[in-house]
């Protein structure tokens, strides 16, 4: 069984540490459920305050609005899968085994882990596939980025880019392979749910994916 999992993360992400506090750990479990249930549009901290029987002042002294609650969400989850990544290739040594393993675990992430029995990662895997992209896609991505908001996915990202270099280390977009293998997870898992015209029938994404990485690096 895995440990469980604190991930520290970046202090400019909340203004008190909710996982320090009862409460703040009920936030963040009431938040992935919300988020889940109704999308980043519709959430507002007061529905989040009605739905945990809690107050919209007490919350408002952990996150300063709902962005940064979406990105310290967002970012517990990368931190959380590259925990994953790492366990599951810890003592292999094939390089195309550990791309598997590593491919592997990012697929399997919409499942729970029993290892973290604060958060449903079921819940908080789908508020990422259709909400990840808007912790970035706004005009403070730079001002957010300087302030290291986004250092968890830059990790992950940089784990897979060393897995995929030490199978080709000739290779001359490692980094652009490992963040696109990543986004494609996201974006295969969302069409299958959404968009089915734009994706393949059977389950087929560990395929795809460890099809798109060794065509690339051959």
């Known amino acids: 069984m895995l440990p ?7 202090e ?3 203004l008190r540490d909710p996982q320090g506090t009862d409460l703040g750990r009920r936030l963040l479990a009431a938040s992935v459920q919300l988020f889940d249930e109704i999308g980043f549009e519709s959430f507002t901290f007061k529905k989040l305050a009605q739905a945990m029987g809690s107050t919209e002042a007490s919350l ?3 996150f300063e609005n709902k962005h940064r609650l979406l990105s310290y969400l967002v970012s517990w989850y990368w931190a959380w899968l590259r925990f994953r990544v790492q366990y599951a290739l810890h003592n292999v040594a094939d390089p195309r085994q550990r ?10 992430a919409s499942r729970d882990d029993p290892a973290t029995p604060d958060l449903d990662e079921a819940a908080l895997y789908r508020v990422v596939v259709a909400e990840a992209s808007k912790a970035y ?3 403070g991505v730079d001002a957010d980025n300087q302030a290291g908001l986004f250092q ?8 897979l880019t060393q897995v995929l270099q030490a199978i080709n280390p000739t290779y001359a977009h490692p980094h652009a392979l490992a963040s696109t ?3 494609a997870a996201r974006k295969q898992f969302f069409f299958a749910q959404h968009l089915p015209s734009l994706t393949d029938e059977g389950g087929h994404e560990l395929a795809f994916l460890e099809h798109l990485a060794l065509a690339a690096l051959a």
Not at 4 to 10: A, G, I, S, Y
Not at 152 to 159: G, I, N, Q, T, V
Request: proline letters at 3%.
């Open 4 to 10: 469980t999992l604190r991930p520290d993360l970046n």
């Open 12 to 14: 400019r992400l909340y």
């Open 60 to 62: 408002y002294r952990y």
């Open 99 to 108: 791309l598997r393993l590593a491919l592997t675990t990012v697929v399997e």
């Open 137 to 139: 896609l706004t005009k």
């Open 152 to 159: 968890e996915y830059k990790r992950l990202a940089a784990d």
């Open 181 to 183: 293998l990543l986004e």
